[in-house]
């Protein structure tokens, strides 16, 4: 399949989401309208009500096709809106770590990921409400959630950043007690973290969830139980061979929804954005809810 000719697109352009050259952002997608023939209109995200703005946006411009130009907080906010007026949406990887990108094998190279146009597919994959916010890649509680939350509050951006404070996290590691209920099943865990995953890798390539799949109609748990602090090496070694399920510090629930209590509060992420301190968490799935322009060999 390719794109119709006179087609309308919506991009959705987050300038601060990551490291990757921004300068050049206005002149490719003009290159790239004239190559493919499509009309383009650009909304450029700001920190207030832009979910109600691009809506807006496409209530006025009535858009064929949607594109997620950012990382996996403007992917986000886009699978918010999209499934209301059932629009297809093509992701830009212009964030730090790009996790949904790495996931979907969409290329790290905008003017690549650009020529999905020229042949794709679209694909249907499922969405997580946690507490009610959506999900489109992974959220957690735990090591990564506060680490997400330093990040967020630095001005600069990158894996450089991240890479950081999760150094100085290793030395922070700290475990929590959970009441787990899971289709119909209840379970208590000590974690240092717990991933809701949706997918199965972080943006870094680190696999968190070895049996992740995002069409399936079920999410996974993925449980890392306190561990000695020098197996940190042998898990993220495990983590990037993608066999991390052969840890005895690790365990991964397969679910269709789930409930957590932590009875001091804990911080959540969802997507790379920090929600807050939490005391419980809901999670439950939308299968088949956005869809996505993939290239014809992924997945």
């Not at 306190?226 to 690790?250: C, D, H, V």
């Not at 809901?282 to 956005?290: Q, W």
Request: glycine share 6%.
């Amino acid at each position: 399949m390719k794109l119709s000719p006179g087609s309308a697109v919506l991009v959705i352009y987050n300038a601060r989401s990551g490291a990757q050259e921004n300068e050049q952002f206005q002149s490719l997608l003009e290159e790239k309208s004239k190559q493919y023939g499509f009309k383009s209109r650009v909304y450029k995200m700001a920190d207030d009500n832009c979910e109600e703005k691009i809506r807006k946006e496409i209530d006025d411009f009535h858009p064929d096709l949607l594109i997620a130009a950012g990382g996996d907080g403007t992917l986000n906010i886009v699978a918010k809106i999209a499934p209301d007026y059932q629009l297809p949406v093509l992701i830009l990887p212009y964030g730090s770590a790009n996790g949904m990108a790495r996931e979907l094998a969409i290329p790290n190279q905008i003017p690549a990921a650009y020529d999905i146009l020229a042949n794709y597919k679209i694909k249907p994959v499922d969405l997580l409400k946690v507490n009610n916010f959506t999900c489109v890649h992974l959220a957690d509680v735990g090591l990564n959630a506060r680490i997400v939350k330093r990040f967020e509050e630095d001005p600069k951006r990158g894996l450089s950043t991240y890479a950081r404070y999760l150094w100085r996290e290793i030395f922070l590691i700290r475990s929590r007690s959970f009441q787990i209920r899971y289709d119909g099943k209840q379970i208590k865990r000590s974690a240092v973290s717990i991933t809701f995953a949706n997918a199965s890798k972080y943006g870094t390539g680190a696999v968190i969830n070895p049996i992740g799949k995002i069409d399936d109609g079920k999410f996974e748990l993925c449980i890392v139980k306190p561990f000695p602090p020098l197996k940190i090496f042998s898990l993220a070694w495990k983590m990037f061979r993608g066999n991390l399920q052969t840890s005895e510090y690790f365990e991964v629930i397969s679910c269709r929804e789930a409930r957590l209590t932590n009875k001091r509060g804990i911080v959540l992420q969802v997507d790379g954005e920090v929600i807050g301190k939490v005391k419980q968490i809901n999670i439950g799935i939308e299968p088949s809810a956005l869809k996505l322009l993939l290239p014809v060999e992924s997945l």
